[in-house]
């Protein structure tokens, strides 16, 4: 038999929103390499035939190299085996999904793309916040804020007047809210921080742009976490353990919109 890849994207960590086709992939799968954002705590059962490789994390902690990931996926396609590389939230939202992608053409290896919920949309509805809502915003841009953003990038985010959403985002947010300011943004512009989505955990920190790295400092807001940028914040609503605060301080921050 000819080996191949299947990239699956696994959605915010939960079982359930995994979709059909990536639970027919795990099934017929005979290596899988998974990381730590991917729901994995019942992948035995979800792949009971394949071989379980975590590859967000080793012995000392630290992740795999990404080239390494590359070679695990191609040798293992190569010897003829179907391996299943299952990534957190859609394989080609910031994941690097496409370069391991590009490394199976490389090698002539068949793969395919499974799509998955992405967290940069589902996390903030975990926290009742829509990205879009009529009259309030009618676009959301997705960032990465693994680095700090450019001024020139943070001017046209600004400029743009709609919801920013970035993953990757605890380590900058000092950076990214003073530039904000700094691009000409509202300072009172309400900022969320979701931590954990969908975990038992979830937890949603609410202030604006000038005092989210206070109180999300004071609440020690850790990685993995969702930040959410403009007026749908408003909309907060239900979701998790924090709710109720999480109303009382939305309200305070300004009329919801009907
Ligand atoms: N491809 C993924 C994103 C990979 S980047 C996707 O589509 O979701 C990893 C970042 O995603 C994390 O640093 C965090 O910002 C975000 N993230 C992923 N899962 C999350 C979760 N369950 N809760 C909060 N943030 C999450």
């Given at each position: ?8 994207g ?16 795990l099934?017929?799968?005979?290596v ?102 009529r009259?309030l ?12 953003l ?25 950076s ?17 921080i ?9 937890r ?11 109180t999300?400092?004071?609440?020690r ?7 959410v ?23 305070s ?6």
């Open positions: 038999m000819s080996g191949r890849v299947t990239l699956v696994g959605g915010p960590g939960r079982e359930d929103l995994l979709t059909l086709a990536a639970v027919r992939a099934a017929a799968a005979d899988v390499l998974y990381d730590r954002l991917a729901p994995h705590e019942g992948l035995a059962g979800l792949a009971p035939n394949a071989e379980l490789i975590d590859v967000g994390k080793r012995p000392g902690h630290h992740a795999i190299p990404q080239s390494e990931i590359e070679s695990l996926l191609v040798d293992r396609a190569l010897a003829g085996l179907h391996a299943v590389r299952l990534k957190g939230g859609d394989p080609y939202v910031l994941g690097r999904g496409s370069e391991e992608v590009l490394a199976c053409h490389r090698a002539g290896i068949p793969v395919d793309v499974v799509p998955g919920v992405t967290s940069a949309i589902a996390v903030p509805g975990a926290a009742g916040i829509p990205l879009t809502h009259g915003s009618h676009l959301f841009t997705v960032v990465s804020g693994h680095a700090p450019t001024d020139d990038e943070l001017a046209h985010l600004a400029g743009l007047g709609g919801t920013i959403v970035v993953l990757m985002g605890v380590n900058t947010l000092p990214l809210t003073a530039g904000l300011v700094r691009a000409g943004m509202s300072a009172t512009m309400p900022v969320a979701i931590e954990r989505g969908f975990r038992d955990d979830q949603t920190t609410i202030g604006d742009l000038t005092d989210i790295v206070t999300a400092g004071r609440a807001v850790s990685s993995p976490a969702v930040i940028v403009g007026e749908v914040v408003r909309l907060a609503h239900d979701g998790d353990a924090s709710a109720t605060e999480l109303m009382e301080r939305a309200a921050l300004g009329a919801v919109v009907p």
